[in-house]
């Protein structure tokens, strides 16, 4: 069976039985969203927040991009696709928590730490993963002597803790974490191990949820 026919059968799966076993929820949906919650994640394959949540339809208001960056808050005629989700999860939907989930062996991060010009590494790709810069000058002078492999495990923790820094450059979302509305984390999922950590800002260390 080729994919697009194995996904046309998962579909009449799903909907012979997840769908016929939730009519109730998806009545529900008809009227409305009420996420909780708002995932910025990455568009890896391996990586989808609903199933490492064990997530319903309606549970999570969801970005995906290379490498789950957020771009620092700015105005201007750019095409702003996580700005845009951000207002309207934030303003509009009211999340509570927005969760910034990187992942282990991101190719995105990976890009980064290479060596050479954002405009050496791809049309589009370099230029966006450089939102993260911050993040690989920071492990380059952390960890000199790290190996490569260590420095981009280093990284995607980093990278995580930029976008949760530049989440507060936006001054509509700032005031609702400061109003003690809306919370950020930030998780790091292991899919080598199956585990997932989150940041703990009183250790400045990615700590084990499980
Ligand atoms: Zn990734």
Sequence with gaps: MNDIAKFIEGFRRFQQN????NKALFKELK???????L???CSDSRVDPAILTNCEPGDLFVVRNVANLVPPYEKGAGLHGVSTALEFGVRSLEVEHIIVLGHRQCGGIGALMQDGTPESKG?????WVNIARRAKERVLADLPDASAE???????????????ENLLTFPWLKERVDQGKLNLHGWLFDLEHGKLVAYDAST???ESLT
């Design 18 to 21: 997840y769908f016929g076993d």
């Design 31 to 37: 009227q409305g969203q009420r996420p909780s919650t």
């Design 39 to 41: 995932v910025i994640a």
């Design 123 to 127: 049309e589009f790709i370099g230029n």
């Design 150 to 164: 260590e420095r981009v495990c280093a990284c995607e923790e980093q990278s995580i803790l930029v976008s949760l």
């Design 204 to 206: 400045g260390k990615f």
